[in-house]
């Protein structure tokens, strides 16, 4: 297609490539093929880890970096953005108490807290924030988001009145929530989260995410015991639908913060301005590592697809590999599914495959797209 404009907005490839590298390749593709297109490439998140970092360049502001409470209690390093001419603060969460910032044999739900991620909340708004946007994909944690209440001000205690330890195992023996001490009552905060599953019960933040951090089926169901009982002393109810993001953090922010829970997509989305360019295009380019039913539950590139189709333009899903249901994207949207690995090959071989030669397979890729 002769002059073709396309547009690029690809998640990451976890362990391989970021958004704007892997869409970079994209670019490179097209161009190779086609050399007059006009491509233009945005970063795509979710509210994850990386979101922050992504659109960075869409928010201007200042970053302001502090030592605070990292997952295991230890001090670490960490940074949130600051748009004074808004009074927003952006913040992600996996900078504070992030999987990421925990050595695979250090994982334990039972310890891990997101008093670092209150720490960040607190310094922005005494800095001047009227507004929080808090991205909450990527946590290590379990506990409710208690330790973040805690950072703000709210009193946890056991039933000696002693304030509970911090992670999901000082739940344990919570008996008593004070929460009139706490600060950000009149700050308006929004929770990036593609999350629909419930703080509790067998979809709730324990049985689905709790072992990927570490948990075992015992832990689950303790854990699960806890954050119930948590939740009732609060006075909500644990088996809402979306307050199991981030290990129950949506839970705290949407309940006790009066925080609106909004897509981690179309928050990018709209700071970027991706939907308007792509109603202006010929082609739309989307995807992240893995393609399968599981897309379809509201992740980035499933929210970039539907923006295509409102406008009535094609939209290739590029992945590394293809998985259980992904022909299901082409039944909701998708012009095609584009594997960068044969669906034949083993997983392991697959993933260990597109780790080391995803940018030379995105490229190689995306020289037969202007064929569309």
């Not at 690029?8 to 958004?19: E, H």
């Not at 709790?210 to 699960?224: H, I, L, R, T, V």
């Not at 590592?289 to 094609?314: E, F, H, S």
Request: proline fraction near 4%; include cysteine; aromatic fraction near 6%.
């Amino acid at each position: 297609m002769s002059g073709m404009k396309a547009v690029v907005a690809v998640d990451s490839f976890k362990g391989s490539l970021t958004s704007l590298e892997a869409g970079n390749a994209v670019k490179r593709g097209i161009l190779s093929a086609c050399p007059d297109a006009d491509v233009t490439v945005l970063p795509l998140a979710d509210g994850g880890e990386g979101t922050i970092d992504s659109i960075a360049p869409y928010i201007g502001g200042i970053t302001k970096n502090l030592t605070v409470t990292g997952p295991l209690g230890k001090p670490v390093e960490a940074s949130y953005i600051y748009e004074p001419l808004s009074r927003t603060a952006y913040i992600e969460m996996a900078k504070a108490a992030g999987l990421t910032l925990l050595k695979e044999d250090e994982r334990d739900p039972y310890l891990t807290t997101t008093y670092g991620v209150g720490e960040l909340m607190k310094d922005a708004v005494l800095n001047g924030a009227e507004k929080l946007v808090i991205c909450i994909g990527g946590s290590a944690t379990n506990d409710g988001g208690a330790g973040m209440l805690q950072a703000l001000g709210a009193r946890f205690r056991d039933k000696n009145g002693n304030e509970i330890k911090q992670g999901a195992i000082g739940l344990k023996d919570l008996y008593k929530a004070d929460l009139s001490w706490l600060i950000c009552k009149d700050i308006k905060i929004i929770a990036a989260s593609d999350v629909t599953n419930p703080l509790c019960g067998p979809d709730g933040a324990s049985f689905v995410y709790g072992p990927q951090k570490g948990a075992s089926q015992k832990s689950c169901e303790e854990m699960d015991s806890w954050l119930k009982n948590y939740a009732e002393l609060t006075g909500f109810d644990p088996y809402e639908k979306g307050t199991g993001a981030a290990g129950g953090m949506s839970f705290a922010l949407k309940n006790i913060l009066g925080a609106e829970l909004r897509s981690g997509a179309e928050i990018v989305m709209d700071i970027t301005g991706l939907e308007e360019l792509i109603r202006e295009c010929d082609i739309v380019i989307t995807g992240e590592g893995r393609i399968d039913r599981q897309t379809l539950n509201g992740k980035a590139p499933y929210k970039v697809m539907q923006a295509g189709v409102k406008y009535g333009k094609p939209v290739i899903g590029i992945c590394g590999i293809t998985g259980d249901g992904y022909e299901e994207c082409i039944k909701a949207g998708f012009t095609k599914i584009a594997p960068l690995m044969h669906p034949s090959m083993e997983t392991s071989e697959a993933i260990k495959s597109v780790e080391e030669t995803a940018e030379a397979l995105l490229l190689q890729q995306a020289e037969s797209f202007h064929q569309i």
